[in-house]
Nanobody, 125 residues
Framework: QVQLIESGGGLVQAGGSLRLSCTAA?????????WGWLRQAPGKEREFVAGISWGDGGTYYADSVKGRFTISRDNAKNIAYLEMNHLKPEDTAVYYC?????????????????WGRGTQVTVSP
């Protein structure tokens, strides 16, 4: 399993912004995979947040973050990003970067097979 390292989490006030980054270790054909971000809040199940396809770079978002979050990728640098704006206290969670199968989907949690250790995002009221 390729190592994924998430960064960019932290404490922010409601309405603020953060940008998460996910770096994949070398050895992974980054561009062949769809990438996503999942999150898990205390006492809750892990949930899908956003995904970006391996092919045309199409994106898909959970309704709860649509219009506020933007996922992107840099295939040359093996990095995936999640730009988070207008953050709300309910966005507080550990955020995980993930990838799935070669040429796989990107629209739900079940599309992803491997995750990093996560980065904590805390949004204060």
């Amino acid at each position: 399993q390729v190592q994924l390292i998430e960064s960019g989490g932290g404490l922010v006030q409601a309405g603020g912004s953060l940008r998460l980054s996910c770096t994949a270790a070398s050895g992974l054909s980054f561009r062949l995979y769809s990438w996503g971000w999942l999150r898990q809040a205390p006492g809750k199940e892990r949930e899908f947040v956003a995904g970006i396809s391996w092919g045309d770079g199409g994106t898909y978002y959970a309704d709860s973050v649509k219009g506020r979050f933007t996922i992107s990728r840099d295939n040359a640098k093996n990095i995936a990003y999640l730009e988070m704006n207008h953050l709300k206290p309910e966005d507080t969670a550990v955020y995980y970067c993930a990838y799935g199968l070669v040429g796989g989907g990107y629209r739900s949690e079940t599309d992803f097979r491997s995750w990093g250790r996560g980065t904590q995002v805390t949004v204060s009221p």
